[in-house]
């Protein structure tokens, strides 16, 4: 089921993304990446950000979370994480589309910094790189986007 952010939900949403975070993508970060990414991940800077605007969906099993997704300024996907157990379930795919239905209208593309690890997840979603492998702030990643009608 996907669904809005509710806050409250921050304290759960950290430690997933976390956890998928190590498992899948920590390796290819510095020291520096991985402590500016926890520091955006934390549960108080996930509560700022959607209090300032960002759309923020959420899937959920029954009452556990198990991926989200958030967009900033109705066009950039700062946060698309799935929990491992359900990878290749189309969990990602149902986030991506009500991220795009909401705003739809309001901007006609995506653009996302994808890592090394989700690259062939956004190909599938449509997204296409615009440049080569960048490296800011300890953060290794691949600029996309994706046009949309």
Do not use: W
Not at 26 to 42: L, N, P, V
Not at 61 to 79: A, F, P, Q, Y
């Amino acid at each position: 089921m996907i669904e809005d952010f509710i806050p409250g939900q921050e304290e759960a949403l950290s430690p997933m993304i976390q956890k998928i975070f190590d498992e899948f993508i920590g390796g290819e970060y510095s020291r520096e990446g991985k402590e500016t990414f926890r520091r955006f991940i934390d549960s108080s800077a996930l509560r700022e950000r959607f209090e300032g605007g960002n759309i923020i969906l959420v899937a959920r099993k029954e009452e556990r979370i198990i991926g989200i997704i958030e967009i900033r300024d109705m066009s950039h996907v700062c946060l698309f994480f799935v929990d491992s157990d359900f990878h290749g379930r189309g969990i990602g795919r149902q986030l991506m589309d009500e991220a795009v239905k909401r705003i739809s209208g309001k901007s006609s593309f995506l653009t996302v910094r994808s890592s090394t690890y989700a690259l062939p997840a956004y190909e599938k979603l449509g997204f296409t790189r615009t440049g080569e492998e960048q490296r800011q702030d300890g953060i290794l990643s691949i600029p996309m986007k994706r046009l949309f009608p």
